[in-house]
């Protein structure tokens, strides 16, 4: 990629946004946008030899239209000239874009001609705030761009203002013979609180649920029942009801299934498996994404519509959904059998199994769900029986996917059982637990939340085991890199902060222990092998 396709998307973008005048300052970082710009039919180009002077009169262009005007300067104390005109466009609600070139990346702190600390320079000024390197992908730019100008423009938050997009441009700063690929379709709708989206049946869709609070989980699982197609929720999307598909993550990987997807209608923040990532960075397919404002998740950057709601009309194909239900069976079957002990034996106590169970036990309750592996044993746990039925209210499932860090959880799970008052099981790591030891402190006159945690103890990280670096070309140094074997008495610390704990080694105890009511702070610490994990996630694979 070069600073001229970045140049060439900016005033794509810009076009693509109805942006019709734009007030330029001359320099030299900035001549890949100024040529750009003045090579475009169509737009407007005002130039000002004073940068203080340019935003101005960008100001008052989009206050007279009431539309985004952009302008743009060249790198060092030009950008820092637009400040006045950034603050008032801030307090009047004025959509400024600010496009501000600037040296490589790589040249910050270097002491090069005109290398500053710009980005960020009007933090508290603008709507948003974003840099573009020329050695990036033009869908990134392309998803960066739109989010900017949506902002600025107030089209899903009534809140229009200025924005800065800090342009870092490397040499050659000339014009190339490289144009950009075609855009495709994009809209997004304007004006939130608009009557929903209606969408044909004609495509083979299916609908997917990322993390979700229970409001958006239950409306999402209802517009998929209405437009009869699949329902792919993860564990935290609080739409794991009814006949959602269970194994839908292995199901991706079908050719006859997960091939065959025409469009997908998104729902929360989808983040957990590897196959939804390249689900939603899929060309052939459309991407539309439900959301209530200006920051909807396109981690493919391949979205084409943003829209607060849709309405499917039902399924032309009447076997779609019925295809991916008799799979989902047929997958739950294959998952069972391979995990069925021998005749006589008990069954292995895994992650996988006691994510089952937990799931199964809280069905209809409240149940934080730490990240790493926990998180992603539960995705394909069954769907609990006793929420199989069209109007029950499904459990309350929670979790920090927001940045999926593993710190945090104990704490984020007694807020919960504390705010709403209300029994809460939550299932994490080892690694997770210790990571928030003092969340399990509790003063002596503070209320005692209703809290279990169930702990997977396999002594590491045993999620590394699945990755990359769990291959056996890399054993070396794993253990003490990535594995972080510990020696810590999970039990005697949790005893220590006076909860009551114990430790499980099989299914069928925990199963009972799982029945009783959560009545205060208790541990459960179930030991698991992480050894067989890189194995069990290969098994998985060859389903």
Known sequence: MTSWLLAQCVVEQLQQAGVRHVVLAPGSRNAPLSMALQRTPGLHLHVRIDERSAAFLALGMAKALQEPVAVVTTSGTAVANLSPAVMEASEAGVPLVVLSADRPLTMINSGGNQTGHQFGLFAGQV???????SDGTVPSWRFQLRRALTLAAGDRTADPGPVQVNLHFDEPLMPTDESLPEPGHWQVELVRGSAPVLLDGAARTVVLVGDATPQTGRHAAQVA????????????????????????RLLLG???????????????????????TRLLRRDDVEIIVVADGARWPDPGFTASRVVDDVVLSPAHEQHWLNQWLTA???????????????????????????ASLVVERTAGQVLVLGSSNPIRDADLAPIPEA?????????RVFANRGLAGIDGVIST??????????????????????????GLWLGQLETAPRLRLVVLDDRGGSIFHTLEQGGDEYRDGFEKVFGTPHRADLSAIAGGYGWQVATVTDLEELGQRLRVPVRGPELLVVPVARDGRRAWAQQLASL
């Open 127 to 133: 709507r948003h705030q974003v840099q573009l390197t």
């Open 387 to 395: 929420l199989l039925g069209p109007e029950v209210p499904g459990t």
């Open 225 to 248: 029942q209405a437009g009869h197609v699949p329902l792919l929720a993860e564990p935290s999307s609080n739409a794991r009801t009814g006949r959602a598909i269970s194994t839908y």
């Open 413 to 438: 799970a007694a807020g919960i059982a504390l705010a709403l008052d209300s029994p809460t099981t939550c299932l994490l790591g080892d690694l997770t637990f210790l990571h928030d030891v003092g």
């Open 254 to 276: 079908k050719a006859d299934l997960g091939g065959r997807i025409q469009r997908v209608v998104v729902f929360g923040h989808p983040t957990l498996s590897r196959p939804v």
């Open 328 to 354: 989902d069976l047929d997958m739950q079957t294959r998952l069972e059998l391979a995990q069925r002990p021998p005749v006589g034996e008990s069954a292995a106590v895994t992650g996988h199994a006691v």
